[in-house]
Nanobody, 124 residues
Framework: QVQLVESGGGLVQAGDSLRLSCAAS????????MGWFRQAPGKEREFVAT????????LYADSVKGRFTFYRVNAKNTVYLQMNSLKPEDTAVYYC?????????????????WGQGTQVTVSS
């Protein structure tokens, strides 16, 4: 059974940092691009960041560029999202996803495995 399990979410204050982890099990994703998406209450799920299979290329949403860093450790079958300078508007459920492609992509339709999500709440 293939699973993506996110962890590291929580309640923090504006300006704080969090590091989200997404551990995969059931198969290796070392040849797949990975992505992070988020969904705030009452809003649609939105793209946050993507990374290619090797970790050499990343792409970020403008809203998080310069504050978030996406990286991966293929030997651990795990990806990470380092989130710094958090803002109240970053409050959302964050989802990890594995793509059918090896190159990073911001299209949700190109991700075929999704985690259950982890809540991030940033207070002002």
């Amino acid at each position: 059974q293939v699973q993506l399990v996110e962890s590291g979410g929580g309640l923090v204050q504006a300006g704080d940092s969090l590091r989200l982890s997404c551990a995969a099990s059931g198969r290796t994703f070392s040849n797949n691009a990975m992505g992070w998406f988020r969904q705030a209450p009452g809003k649609e799920r939105e793209f946050v960041a993507t990374i290619n299979w090797s970790g050499s290329t990343t792409l970020y949403a403008d809203s998080v560029k310069g504050r978030f860093t996406f990286y991966r450790v293929n030997a651990k079958n795990t990806v990470y999202l380092q989130m710094n300078s958090l803002k109240p508007e970053d409050t959302a459920v964050y989802y990890c996803a594995a793509s059918v492609t090896s190159s990073g992509t911001y299209y949700p339709s190109q991700y075929n495995y999704w985690g259950q999500g982890t809540q991030v709440t940033v207070s002002s």
